[in-house]
């Protein structure tokens, strides 16, 4: 399966300079988090496929204008064609407004989804907006990371961990793959293309 992930940045390739042929091959699209609205609502239109969204900090005006023919995992696995997408959007709380969350209040939305976890038997891909503490995050409140998102993934080892927030135009030596475990971390500031087995 491939999937296209996508944050922080409209990709013009993708926008502007639109070309069905850019997603001839793509499965799923994923939305990290930060993105406007109509962007994704646009792709929606020519793509035959789910696209998932999680909320970044920046996505109030989700509340008042949603992507049309996108699919919010926000708290819950969406499965698909046997793959099992966990969402878990927002950042660290710097200031007030939505889709901000301390490390407690995360780690309670974490517990909130044993029973998921449980009938599911895990998942494949851990979609969300911030990174993992320590784990390609920035030293800064705003874009430090979730270390329940540690706690997940040593525990259910998923494939793949996908995020955004952490602009990779801001840092030139930040790395845009890592690797935690048996776990792949991608960072999927603007675009990235990746391929996962189906169960």
């Given amino acids: 399966m491939k999937i296209l992930a996508l944050a922080d940045v409209e990709s013009k390739a993708l926008w502007d300079y639109y070309n069905p042929e850019r997603l001839k091959d793509v499965d799923v699209i994923l939305s990290c988090g930060d993105l406007d609205p109509h962007y994704l609502?646009?792709?929606?239109?020519?793509?035959?496929?789910?696209?998932?969204?999680?909320?970044?900090?920046?996505?109030?005006?989700?509340?008042?204008?949603?992507?049309?023919?996108?699919?919010?995992?926000?708290?819950?696995?969406?499965?698909?064609?046997?793959?099992?997408?966990?969402?878990?959007?927002?950042?660290?709380r710097y200031k007030p407004g939505s889709h901000q969350y301390t490390q407690l209040e995360m780690n309670l939305r974490i517990i909130r989804l044993w029973f998921q976890l449980k009938i599911h038997r895990g998942f494949d891909v851990l979609v969300t907006h911030?990174?993992?503490?320590?784990?390609?995050?920035?030293?800064?409140?705003?874009?430090?990371?979730?270390k329940g998102f540690l706690t997940l993934v040593e525990a259910y080892r998923p494939a793949f961990f996908v995020h955004g927030h952490v602009h990779l135009s801001y840092n030139p030596t930040a790395k845009r793959v890592l690797r935690y475990h048996d776990t792949t971390v991608i960072n999927a500031y603007e675009k990235y293309l990746f391929e996962v087995d189906k169960k």
């Fill in 130 to 146: 911030a990174p993992a503490y320590k784990l390609g995050d920035g030293e800064d409140l705003p874009h430090m990371g979730f």
């Fill in 41 to 92: 609502s646009f792709l929606a239109t020519f793509f035959s496929g789910p696209i998932l969204y999680v909320h970044g900090n920046h996505d109030g005006s989700y509340e008042k204008t949603p992507p049309e023919g996108c699919i919010s995992i926000e708290d819950r696995i969406y499965e698909y064609e046997g793959v099992r997408f966990l969402g878990l959007g927002g950042s660290m």
